[in-house]
């Protein structure tokens, strides 16, 4: 049932879901809070980034008699600097705002940028960590954080238990440096030594040169026939393609608490990881999932190898367990307490 009240609430971050197709956690969120009846007046989804960052400052002035809270997605690289000029614009006409912690290389920021950090995070009124991993370097600088996973809509996820495991490796993610996605490449090289009937379905954005290395290697493996290329798809979409893969692989150097990654847990694809950043937060290895050293394709290669002759079907069994945890209707509890603690 829908609460009564209602905020309003400024969320301020990347709103580009409908020019790209890729469902952000900010739309997720959003819309959630939007059906337990908050209003939300989303900034920015400007595609220039000198834009995107005066259309957030102006969104909050404009709003800013009206809003009782600022959400601010808070990342490690030049998104940084977007949470800082608007968290401090925010403190200046005095309205309370909360970092929502997505970067995986935060941690780095914190050491690297102690002075802009103390900034953002000893002035917010509450400080919002997705993973446990975050949570506790931003406790270790002394930084109040509080812990409220990624919300997945669980009844959203259709969970196929797999009866046999074929070589058939799905990756869902950036084609960005951070994310290693070259590794991809690697893996299946490997493991068509073994498998050769072995393939991989690589979906996603393109954010840098990574996509066309990516291209470079399948062409100097002859894995032409191999590895496709879908680009960005619709949440739904990538969901009904992974009916037909067996293994999801995460290969990325920095992360938190990838979303992807709880998605394929609760659709019932065994993941197989590196343990980058928050990764061991999220997967208890051999568990729910295995977790391989970052830049390993041969160690992930080996996984990939025993998961399918072990035929361990426990693993994703424990996972859909795990993100059962992480649905709307445990999580926005959570939300409600940071959102509504000051009603009477």
């Excluded at 990516?214 to 619709?234: E, I, P, R």
């Amino acid at each position: 049932m829908m609460k009564m009240n209602k905020k309003v609430i400024i969320y301020i971050g990347n709103d580009l879901s409908k020019k790209s197709n890729y469902n952000s956690t900010m739309n997720t969120l959003s819309c959630l809070l939007e059906k337990e009846g908050y209003r939300i007046i989303r900034s920015s989804g400007k595609q220039n980034k000198l834009i995107r960052i005066l259309d957030m400052c102006i969104t909050v002035v404009k709003y800013s008699k009206k809003a009782d809270y600022v959400l601010i997605d808070t990342f490690s690289t030049l998104n940084f600097y977007y949470a800082l000029i608007v968290s401090q614009l925010t403190r200046a006409i005095n309205l309370k705002y909360i970092p929502i912690l997505h970067g995986g290389n935060l941690p780095n920021r914190l050491n690297n940028n102690p002075l802009l950090c103390k900034v953002i995070f000893k002035n917010s009124y509450k400080n919002i960590a997705p993973s446990m991993y975050l949570k506790t370097h931003f406790e270790g600088k002394s930084y109040k954080t509080i812990y409220i996973p990624n919300v997945i809509q669980i009844e959203d996820y259709p969970y196929k238990e797999r009866k046999e495991l074929s070589p058939n490796l799905l990756w869902v993610r950036a084609f960005d440096k951070i994310y290693n996605p070259q590794m991809a490449i690697e893996v299946l090289y490997h493991l068509k030594k073994v498998y050769p009937e072995a393939k991989l379905c690589m979906v996603g954005p393109v954010k840098d040169n990574s996509f066309q290395k990516c291209k470079n290697m399948v062409a100097k493996y002859s894995l032409d026939t191999s590895v496709s290329f879908t680009g960005v798809l619709k949440k739904e979409e990538w969901h009904n393609l992974s009916r037909n893969y067996d293994v999801f692989i995460n290969t990325t150097n920095v992360d938190n608490t990838p979303v992807s990654v709880m998605e394929a847990m609760a659709l019932g694809i065994p993941v197989i990881s590196t343990n980058a950043g928050g990764l061991p937060f999220l997967i208890e290895n051999n568990v729910d999932g295995v977790l391989v050293e970052k830049n390993n394709p041969e160690m992930m290669t080996k996984a990939i190898e025993e998961l399918i002759e072990e035929k361990n079907y426990q693993l994703s069994f424990n996972a859909r367990k795990k993100v059962e945890n992480f649905g709307w209707n445990k999580v926005k509890k959570q939300w409600f307490s940071i959102l509504d603690d000051d009603l009477e």
